[in-house]
Antibody
């Protein structure tokens, strides 16, 4: 069965960096795109962008450029989200989500989600 | 940018009630709309895609309808497991290619 398993909670100080992983299993990793979705405490869902798992090409939504980096290791079917220069407002749950449809053209929706990785930024 | 507006933001209902949630797009998105259910501490779960297509394994009491700018998620007979927050999400060819609505919390009356 399809599973996306994310790394655990992280507590970081402002200015530090964090790298969240998302390991996929149960399907061919490179046949579906992977998106990242942020959910701040008590708030809604916010799409951060997606990565083409075939080419490794990332696309970032406005507001998630500069400090956010999507990457892959296809040898272990894993996607990564790295956030640098962390700020208190980066405190949130970060989900990876498998994209169905063509994120690059007609847009996509998400049929499988990781369990979420809580990143807390506090001194 | 396409904005998605859900109403109501909170809905109080009883087991067995028929409930409907509305999602409006700021411009036409044809039928490119998905609905998700999220329970506290859990990841969202896909319920409906392409406005009215039921995801495999989702109970038939969930139905989606609409096209263009107005969409509805209906639960025909609310069950205890259905108390959760529901999100709509548009997907289309224009940027941004994905936008979520603000969510509707369905709570026990």
């Amino acid at each position: 069965q399809v599973q996306l398993v994310q790394s655990g909670s992280e507590l970081k100080e402002p200015g530090a960096s964090v790298k969240v992983s998302c390991r996929a299993s149960g399907y061919t990793f490179t046949t579906y795109s992977m998106s990242w979705v942020r959910q701040a405490p008590g708030q809604g869902l916010e799409w951060m962008g997606w990565i083409n798992t075939n080419t490794g090409n990332p696309t970032y939504v406005q507001g998630f450029t500069g400090r956010f980096v999507f990457s892959l290791d296809t040898s272990v079917s894993t996607a990564y989200l790295q956030i640098s220069s962390l700020k208190a407002e980066d405190t949130a749950l970060y989900y990876c989500a498998r994209g169905r449809g063509a994120c690059s053209s007609t847009g996509c929706y998400f049929d499988y989600w990781g369990q979420g990785a809580l990143v807390t930024v506090s001194s | 940018d396409i904005q998605m507006t859900q109403s109501p933001s909170t809905l109080s209902a009883s087991v067995g009630d028929r409930v409907s949630i509305t999602c409006r797009a700021s411009q036409s998105i044809s039928s490119w709309l998905a609905w998700y259910q999220q329970k506290p501490g859990k990841a969202p779960k896909l319920l409906i895609y392409q406005a009215s297509s039921l995801e495999s394994g989702v109970p038939s009491r969930f139905t989606g309808s609409g096209s263009g700018t107005e969409f509805t998620l209906t639960i025909s007979s609310l069950q205890p497991d259905d108390f959760a927050t529901y999100y709509c999400q548009q997907y289309n060819s224009r940027s941004p290619k994905v936008t979520f609505g603000g969510g509707t919390k369905v709570e026990i009356k």
